[in-house]
């Protein structure tokens, strides 16, 4: 994901990659002249750097956001903000007291289709919503390392949670959720399979979200990515499985993703790049940011609560705090 982004500041006209931070120089290759660093003060001491990018697994979110924020920095965090209420609550005070902006890169609302719900239905809030975002066991046990580290809940239901934030326009009060295991404790990954939760708002309406990380790599799509809004008198589907395309070959049949990440014309196109260069643009700009951090640290309120929620058995009243 780090090199996704690099490419978007690389090639928009208002943003450049200025350093970057990593525990591993040598694998920095092919981004030019770009300074390496050993850690985010050093890179964050050079005056020409105005914002850093977090793009480091869940659990390690808060020790460079901060580090930034303390050296003045503008901070775009990868989803999500944290896995911890605590130090998500600590990267909003530390922004806020430096009067930084700090987005999370909730990439999902720049999908067409999510942007396009959100209009047609503003003004008005849902009553009933279905959340679904599957991976293939390929995630966890091969395309990231750290997975023992979070949740299906923070690395998936973080995007969907995010979502119907901003449908609802309400905050959580209560969730209840269950989680099952086996597949990934068999390949030595100690985390859930599976968790369903649902979760009601403070106005009344209530949302089913699954997370689950154990499809078959057979699957045609890494994600299987479904959201259904229902209102008194309307329904809105978006199902994300299938982008647009399909190719059949002698060996497999895909739905190849682009909605997230692609390239138009030879330049990073996508929701990850529109989020991105909107983070850019808001920080030049100095206008608030699409995302919050306040809707962020709320997300992690609920995740957190989900997980204490399946790890007890019982209903969980919210921790908004202050």
Not at 180 to 190: F, Q, T
Not at 287 to 315: C, M, Y
């Amino acid at each position: 994901m780090a090199r996704t982004h690099a490419a978007v500041l690389d090639s928009y006209h208002r943003s450049a990659v200025g350093g970057w931070v990593s525990r591993d120089p040598a694998r920095v290759t092919g981004l030019g002249d770009v300074p390496v660093h050993s850690d985010v003060p050093s890179m964050a001491a050079d005056p020409a750097i105005g914002a850093v990018l977090v793009a480091t697994p869940d659990h390690l979110h808060t020790a460079p956001a901060l580090a930034a924020i303390e050296a003045g920095k503008h901070v775009l965090i990868e989803k999500p903000l944290a896995t911890t209420v605590a130090d998500a609550r600590r990267i909003r005070d530390a922004a806020n007291a430096a009067g930084v902006t700090v987005m999370t890169l909730f990439n999902h609302r720049w999908v067409p289709a999510y942007w396009q719900a959100h209009e047609q239905t503003a003004g008005r809030r849902p009553v009933l919503a279905y959340a679904r975002k599957n991976d293939t066991l390929f995630v966890p046990t091969q395309m990231i390392g750290w997975a023992g580290q979070t949740t299906p809940s923070f690395f998936l239901t973080s995007h969907d949670l995010d979502l119907l934030l901003w449908y609802f326009d309400d905050r959580v009060e209560r969730v209840y959720a269950s989680a099952v295991h086996g597949v990934l404790r068999e390949h030595g990954i100690d985390t859930p399979d599976a968790v369903q939760a649902q979760i009601r708002f403070a106005g009344g309406a209530v949302a089913t979200l699954e997370a689950c990380w154990t499809y078959p790599d057979t699957f045609p799509t890494m994600t299987d990515s479904f959201l259904e809004l229902i209102f008194a008198d309307a329904v809105v589907h978006l199902d994300r499985k299938r982008e647009q395309i399909e190719i059949a070959t002698p060996d497999r049949f895909s739905y190849p993703r682009n909605q997230l990440a692609g390239r138009v014309g030879g330049k990073p196109s996508g929701s990850v790049a529109a989020a991105v260069t909107h983070f850019v643009d808001a920080v030049l700009d100095k206008t608030p940011p699409l995302v919050t951090v306040d809707s962020s640290v709320h997300v992690t309120e609920v995740l957190a609560a989900i997980d204490t929620s399946w790890r007890t058995g019982q209903p969980v009243t919210v921790d908004i705090g202050e």
